[in-house]
């Protein structure tokens, strides 16, 4: 695992995630580590309702595909 070092870091801001540890009975590189993972998570969901949208988009405009399977299976099937 990485280990980083947050130079400079505002006040205020050292203080909210401080006191939030604090409440919630953790470190506050805990809940950093936290905070960080939660804004990928969002990410990641985010970038996954846009890859839905476009795939969407696309289906409303060209269809969807039939499976290919079943006519290769059948072709390979009968050749023996």
């Given at each position: 695992?990485?280990?980083?070092?947050?130079?400079?870091?505002?006040?205020?801001?050292?203080?909210?995630?401080?006191?939030?540890?604090?409440?919630?009975?953790?470190?506050?590189?805990?809940?950093?580590?936290?905070?960080?993972?939660?804004?990928v998570?969002?990410?990641r969901?985010?970038?996954?309702?846009?890859?839905?949208?476009?795939?969407?988009?696309?289906?409303?405009?060209?269809?969807?595909?039939?499976?290919?399977?079943?006519g290769?299976?059948?072709d390979?099937?009968?050749?023996?």
């Open positions: 695992m990485a280990d980083v070092k947050i130079r400079n870091l505002d006040d205020r801001l050292h203080e909210t995630y401080r006191r939030m540890a604090e409440a919630a009975g953790i470190s506050l590189e805990e809940q950093l580590r936290r905070v960080l993972e939660a804004h998570q969002q990410e969901a985010a970038l996954v309702d846009r890859l839905q949208a476009g795939l969407d988009r696309m289906q409303e405009k060209y269809g969807v595909m039939e499976e290919s399977w079943p290769i299976r059948a390979r099937d009968e050749r023996g």
